[in-house]
DNA sequence: CCTTTTCTCGTCACCTTGACGATAATCGTC
DNA sequence: GACGATTATCGTCAAGGTGACGAGAAAAGG
């Protein structure tokens, strides 16, 4: 029995909230095709390594990053016969989620890394529509996860978390309503007893990620219609 | 640059509702590896074809089914090393959601395809596994999407719609609530104006799929636990 | 005609949410 | 040190959704 050969790839498309707004790593590639075009971080899968094991090597490669902080979870994979001229291609996008820890992209390799906001098109192969589905659901996963605490660093205060919801959402969020949201829904987030020192207004009380996997109740986006 | 090779196949998560019961299409493997072990159907992918377009085909030939009933999508891709001792096999998983139409299998090759209860395990390859993810994504679709409607014949009552959230999620349901959140949420079902004839009791409505893509506010199961 | 069955509609208490007022705790300035 | 600005936190209230459950409506069968 013969069967066709392929190569596979992981695309990332790696999250943060930086300077108010959702931002998307991208590198500029160095070499045919699309060369010097955006695109998202990636790369072959090698021969004996498995597929999450493979999106965490070039998460590490890309960012320097690796530690417990952020979420990394498979996306979709996307495999049509021409999104690569160099031929036969399929690749599994990952998500990652990560806080806007100091080292921006100084990671070792990949010619030019950038944080852009997201939003911007053109990119090469089917990343856009990769970066799309990428976004779709990280907003979706906020509404049914805590994971929005993988933006933020390992203490935050209520108004981070909910400055995140309004970055991914792109749109404002009540913080009164808000706070008892979070405070009050299990496992959202879980208080440390510290607070935050010298800014502007009302300390605020410090909270960690809660243990819970799914919100329950969830933290529904207003819909414009079904 | 040189970079390993590998073999792409999809994979196939086929649900139903039969006999009350949420039940899935199994195939008896004809050869090595797993030889006799039961598996989820699936095949290679051919040389020009689409992910998507894979996975139609691999469903038509299994069922015999591909008109405009039912839903089918990606599920996720699974590629550990070790996955298939034939060699290096990415398989990308497609979930589909079928009626429980007359055609039982009738399909084509395959050497025997069987419905079988969900909850079976001893499936070859990494297949529990991905049986297990297609439920959990199938139970969490019911939630927020219309796709329930996707296990009915076209034209359906409230009281078939409710037997198929009963038997994906394994709960039972009020009938009266569940009336009432049916027909209230815009673009879940629309009524054909029709009804049913010769049951036992009162004649139920018939309704069809409405278009809505996702049900707001959705439909939540009872969770024991964050 | 009466019972059984199932569909459909109502009622009521409870909870969650959106809108928004009020208080608490800090900083900067006078 | 008093005061205003700023932000965090807590309360209040009405509207809407949900769970629990009663009751009528429309058929089949004896």
Same mark, same amino acid.
């Given at each position: 029995?013969?069967?066709?050969?392929?190569?596979?790839?992981?695309?990332?498309?790696?999250? !943060?909230?930086?300077?108010?707004?959702?931002?998307?790593?991208?590198?500029?590639?160095?070499? +045919?095709?699309?060369?010097?075009?955006?695109?998202?971080?990636?790369?072959?899968?090698?021969?004996? +390594?498995?597929?999450?094991?493979?999106? &965490? &090597?070039?998460?590490?490669?890309?960012?320097?990053?690796?530690?417990?902080?952020?979420?990394?979870? %498979?996306? /979709?994979?996307?495999?049509?016969?021409?999104?690569?001229?160099?031929?036969?291609?399929?690749?599994?996008?990952?998500?990652?989620?990560? $806080?806007?820890?100091?080292? $921006? #992209?100084?990671?070792?390799?990949?010619?030019?890394?950038?944080?852009?906001?997201?939003? %911007?098109?053109?990119?090469?192969?089917?990343?856009?529509? *990769?970066?799309?589905?990428? *976004? +779709?659901?990280?907003?979706? =996963?906020? +509404?049914?996860?805590?994971?929005?605490?993988?933006?933020?660093?390992?203490?935050? #205060?209520?108004?981070? @978390?909910? %400055?995140?919801?309004?970055?991914?959402?792109?749109?404002? *969020?009540?913080? &009164?309503?808000?706070?008892? =949201?979070? !405070?009050?829904?299990?496992?959202?987030?879980?208080? #440390?007893?510290?607070? #935050?020192?010298?800014? !502007?207004?009302? $300390? /605020?009380? @410090?909270?960690?990620?809660?243990?819970?996997? @799914?919100?329950?109740? $969830?933290?529904?986006?207003?819909?414009?219609?079904?």
């Amino acid at each position: 029995m013969s069967y066709p050969v392929f190569a596979v790839t992981v695309d990332l498309v790696v999250l !943060t909230v930086r300077e108010g707004e959702l931002q998307v790593l991208l590198v500029r590639r160095g070499c +045919e095709p699309f060369l010097d075009r955006w695109a998202l971080p990636g790369g072959f899968v090698l021969a004996d +390594e498995d597929l999450a094991t493979a999106a &965490r &090597r070039e998460l590490a490669e890309e960012t320097g990053l690796d530690g417990p902080g952020g979420h990394l979870e %498979q996306l /979709a994979s996307y495999g049509a016969p021409e999104r690569d001229p160099r031929g036969r291609v399929v690749t599994v996008a990952y998500l990652a989620l990560l $806080p806007d820890l100091p080292a $921006p #992209t100084a990671g070792t390799d990949a010619a030019e890394a950038e944080w852009r906001p997201v939003g %911007q098109t053109g990119l090469a192969f089917d990343h856009d529509r *990769i970066l799309a589905d990428g *976004i +779709e659901r990280a907003r979706s =996963k906020l +509404e049914y996860t805590p994971l929005a605490a993988a933006f933020c660093p390992p203490e935050f #205060t209520v108004a981070a @978390l909910r %400055q995140v919801y309004e970055a991914v959402w792109g749109e404002s *969020i009540d913080p &009164r309503n808000f706070h008892r =949201k979070a !405070t009050t829904t299990p496992g959202f987030i879980d208080p #440390t007893g510290g607070a #935050t020192e010298g800014g !502007t207004g009302r $300390p /605020a009380r @410090l909270y960690r990620r809660g243990e819970a996997s @799914l919100l329950n109740p $969830p933290l529904l986006r207003r819909r414009l219609d079904g």
